[in-house]
């Protein structure tokens, strides 16, 4: 196996950790679109309260030096 040129050994590799995934997670896709869907209806409706990317970059950036 590790004998495989890279791009198959990473196939195969992408192919194992698919195959752990439960079918539990199959409505997940389901249920961020409709929670993306929601938060577009926000926005659109001017209901939102919207951030610059540089300052939500900034919080994020802080939050993980902190771990």
Known sequence: MLGLPAEERAE???ELIASLDDDADA???NAWLIE???R???VDAGKATLE??????NRIARRLRSL
């Open 36 to 38: 993306v869907e929601r």
């Open 12 to 14: 195969l590799a992408h």
């Open 27 to 29: 409505n997940v896709d």
């Open 52 to 57: 610059e990317w540089s300052v939500v970059r």
């Open 40 to 42: 577009l209806r926000e």
